[in-house]
């Protein structure tokens, strides 16, 4: 785990204020993980930027969702932190799903590649018989149209978040996630 402890406690502080005191706060450590490796001044190829690489459209839209953090500033880690938590939350109440495990992995993916697109692949996955609220080999298996690099990224994050960094997290003391069975198969 290679952050700072102040920035653990802020993680820790800030999900719990977000989604109170059962804030699936691995998942979020493992998030930021994936999103940046905690480094706070991180900028992907694409212009995405700090703790949870927002884009600058995403960031200058936050104060519609979490309007109490105030001005855009994704370079500042307290900020980062709670958009991240806030966004996720946002997330969250728009999806559905038949496990949390499996909500929450709708909502990471919907973080990763768009609301928009997660709901267009539960339709697509209904439409071809599968099960739209599960998102393991279910959702997860259908393309609703995105190229094949963007839908290999957007599948892969997931997958990554929850069942490879969640678990190292959640070993090294920062509380459950949300898929706290990861090697006897999908919560």
């Not at 999900?15 to 059962?22: D, F, Q």
């Not at 996955?125 to 990224?153: I, L």
Request: hydrophobic share 40%.
């Amino acid at each position: 785990v290679s952050c700072s402890r102040s920035q653990a406690f802020s993680a820790v502080r800030v999900a719990r204020a977000e989604w109170g005191m059962t804030a699936p706060v691995a998942t979020f450590a493992a998030q930021v993980h994936q999103e940046s490796e905690w480094n706070p001044d991180a900028v992907s190829p694409v212009g995405a930027e700090g703790l949870a690489q927002f884009m600058p459209a995403t960031a200058a839209w936050m104060p519609n969702i979490v309007p109490q953090t105030g001005e855009p500033n994704p370079r500042n880690p307290a900020w980062a932190l709670r958009n991240m938590a806030g966004y996720d939350r946002w997330l969250h109440e728009r999806v559905s799903a038949a496990t949390p495990c499996d909500r929450m992995a709708k909502t990471l993916a919907a973080y990763n590649g768009g609301l928009g697109w997660v709901q267009r692949d539960a339709r697509l996955a209904a439409s071809r018989g599968f099960d739209p609220r599960r998102w393991w080999d279910n959702v997860e298996s259908v393309n609703a149209g995105r190229s094949r690099a963007a839908f290999t990224e957007n599948r892969g994050y997931p997958r990554r978040i929850l069942h490879t960094l969640e678990p190292m997290y959640e070993a090294s003391g920062w509380g459950a996630g949300s898929c706290p069975n990861p090697q006897g198969g999908h919560s």
